[in-house]
């Protein structure tokens, strides 16, 4: 599928899943609005971002999802100044859509 990022035109191959990151990189707040720094010793963590292209093999993901990955797993690309994560599909831990339906695990959970 092509599609433009900040009008440059992009065309992933494969099943690759462009997305663009939620928030600043290492910013977290708590649920009470508490800001956690990024030095904070914590496990493993997941990531949330939005698809902004996706490949013309990509299934389970469309432009415009919030899709759950991590961030440790993740090979970074600049395009026109902005900071974007390039990932495949299988990568994907799960996709949040108001089309996803509630029941079930989906394919790659």
């Given amino acids: 599928m092509s599609t433009e990022v900040n009008g440059l035109p992009i065309h992933l191959l494969h099943d690759r899943v462009l ?3 939620e928030g600043k990189p290492g910013e977290r707040k708590s649920n009470g609005g508490i ?3 990024a030095t904070a010793a914590m496990g493993r963590r997941l990531a949330w971002a939005t698809a902004v292209a996706v490949g013309p093999h990509v299934r389970s993901v469309e432009v415009g999802d919030r899709v759950l990955f991590d961030p440790d797993e993740k090979s970074e690309v600049e395009l026109q100044g902005n900071d974007y994560v390039l990932m495949r599909e299988r990568d994907v831990h799960a996709v ?4 996803v339906e509630s029941e079930g695990t989906g394919l790659y959970l």
């Fill in 96 to 99: 949040a859509a108001s089309r």
């Fill in 35 to 37: 800001v956690i720094p």
């Fill in 19 to 21: 997305v663009k990151l």
